[in-house]
């Protein structure tokens, strides 16, 4: 059980039961409760060589595609007309369209705003794990129980060739120097937020001849850390990147390498690479409908 924030006065989610009830964490949960995203956070502090969060396409579904970003008072307004019409929801997640923790004080605000209306409902943060450490006590002040990491690489040498740069504290450090910086700063932060009984997920964008070498490394030493569930997504090439040209992982290659790693860290196989305003059931995602009401 969490620390209550004085400010938010409320009783916080029992996490102990909770994995039961969010749709990513357990399998059977997907198939009864739905989650949503609220994209409040389109700022990033890096450069991932396969982001392009350019577009506004209602009709492309990847992480990282919001119709619009949302203030904390409208993220507000969604999150009451979506729980009044999905009594089943029972997860708001962060994940961008950026990063949820570069863009930390709307995303803040956005959730302290949902907690003093509803303390049940869990919260759910996807991050980059740059500044996980940094933000680790609002983080639990929240009453946040879930993070994802995107983990990608275990060495800077593989690092720079995945991210261009990253900006830590007004400075921006391009290459070998970035990925060296950003991996310490996510290995650092998944041991602080597991050992503080956040459950921590890891995502792994695999991409043939890159990184896909390094990922059952990657496996075992996630679990070392404390992370409880592993998510191996593909590449998605997408128009504008740098990755552009890049073949999808195919879904066999994907198979393979969840089968390989499932021995040190649990593998998550019904991910849908939601956009950063999901709406609804994984399966059945109703977003358009709220973007319609506004
Ligand atoms: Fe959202 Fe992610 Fe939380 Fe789930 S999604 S922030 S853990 S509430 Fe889920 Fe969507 Fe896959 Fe993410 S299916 S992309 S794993
Ligand atoms: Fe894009 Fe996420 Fe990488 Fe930022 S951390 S550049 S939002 S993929």
Redesign the pocket.
Known sequence: MKAVPESLNVSLPKLEDSHQK????SYKAHKKFA?M?LPVAPKCNMACNYCNRKYDCSNESR?GVTSKVLSAAEALQRFLMVRSQFPNLS?V???GPGDALADWENTRTALEMIRRVDKDIHF???TNGLLLDEYLPEIIDLGIG?V?VTVNFLTPEVGEKLCRFIEYHGTQYKGWEGAALLSEKQMQGIARIASKGITV?I?TVMISGINDHQIPDMANKMKGLGASLH?I?PLIPVQGSVFADYPQTSAAELLSMRERCRTDLAQ?S?????RAD?IGM?NDDRCLQFIQAG
């Open positions: 969010h749709p990513c964490f989650r995203h992480p997860v997640g962060i994940a759910c943060l996807s879930y994802t997920k995502n998510n997504v998550m019904h991910c849908r690479q939601c999901a994984l």
